[in-house]
């Protein structure tokens, strides 16, 4: 079975480009949910989607959006990029709504910003 | 506003011997906690999970044990593995608070052979 699938795995951009992160979760998971980890503030929940409507949304700018299509693939996006948004991004699936499901995540795309 | 800490940000034990580690939280509307492991340039790996009306929860080399009077968690594995050199993070949810993953810092762990 495969796991949850993030590409890229690496991404350089420049201040001020935009830049769109992919996940494809487990086969039958339909919840993806997006966290972004950094060395100052550890691992901060961005924003989860299940069915193809975002459910919930954690305290980050408008800057940073996503969407999630019928196959449960999501994407995320981060315009007007900043020297702060250098971060490793992760993406979690899980079968349904809830923490019991349990999470499972992929490996990330590491975005440098410079 | 740190909800969920895990004070201790490195913990070195010995093989075969017991590792601890722990997390407190604020928020009470927390109700399932999680353990994460991770290593470097990976995502988390889940490890073992306790609902909030459980205290325990056992799974091969690791408990979970949860003090829901005092806000506190802990994971002991037993015995430590060189494998098991990772750093492991603490996670809460709340089903009233959108399911949401609200993790600590992380404990960095190094078992020695």
């Known amino acids: 079975k495969a796991g949850v699938t993030q590409t890229p795995r690496y991404l350089i951009k420049t201040r001020g480009q935009q830049v769109t992160l992919s996940c494809s979760p487990i086969?039958?998971?339909?919840?993806v949910s997006w966290y972004q980890q950094t060395p100052g503030q550890g691992l901060q929940f961005l924003f989860e989607y299940f069915s193809e409507t975002q459910r919930n949304k954690g305290n980050f700018p408008g800057r940073f959006s996503g969407r999630q299509f019928s196959n449960s693939r999501s994407e995320m996006n981060v315009s007007t990029l900043e020297l702060g948004d250098s971060a490793l991004y992760l993406c979690?699936?899980?079968?349904?709504?809830?923490?019991?499901?349990?999470?499972?995540f992929g490996s990330g795309t590491r975005l440098t910003v410079v | 506003d740190q909800q969920v800490k895990q004070n201790s940000p490195s913990l070195s034990v010995q093989e075969g011997r017991i590792s601890i580690l722990n997390c407190d939280y604020t928020?009470?509307?927390?109700?399932?906690f999680l353990w994460y492991k991770k290593y470097p340039a990976e995502g988390p790996t889940f490890l073992i999970s306790?609902?909030?009306?459980?205290d325990k929860n056992e799974d091969g080399r690791f408990t979970v044990f949860l003090n829901k009077s005092a806000k506190h968690l802990s994971l002991h594995i037993v015995p430590s593995q060189p494998g098991d050199s990772a750093v492991y993070f603490c996670a809460a949810s709340a089903r009233a608070a959108g399911n949401k993953l609200t993790f600590g810092g992380g404990t960095r762990v190094l078992v020695k052979p």
């Open positions: 979690a699936s899980s079968p349904g709504r809830g923490a019991n499901y349990g999470y499972t």
């Open positions: 928020n009470s509307m927390f109700d399932y």
């Open positions: 306790i609902s909030s009306i459980k």
């Open positions: 086969s039958g998971h339909r919840s």
